[in-house]
């Protein structure tokens, strides 16, 4: 389970953000594509019942390495 947190977006209104997958690359489906030596600490907003994120960084790094294929950020979870 990654670690998440609540943080108000707007007065009153708050989000629950998720910290990318790749904070933790061992433990990530997608792990190889973490920064560089390095664990990734972007966070991103996510629905009630998420259990991964991957963050808009390391989905496009993901992307780029698997070249032409048209693959949708949902599918990387
Ligand atoms: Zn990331």
């Known amino acids: 389970m990654f670690k ?14 998720m910290i990318c997958q790749n904070s933790n690359p061992s433990e990530s489906k997608w792990g190889k594509y973490s920064p560089e030596d390095s664990a990734c600490e972007n966070w991103c907003e996510v629905g009630a019942g998420a259990v991964a994120i991957l963050c808009s960084d390391c989905t496009q790094r993901a992307l780029q390495n698997m070249g032409s294929k048209t693959v949708s950020p949902d599918s990387l979870l």
Do not use: A, L, N, R
């Open 4 to 17: 998440t947190k609540k943080v108000e977006k707007k007065k009153g209104i708050f989000v629950t953000m």
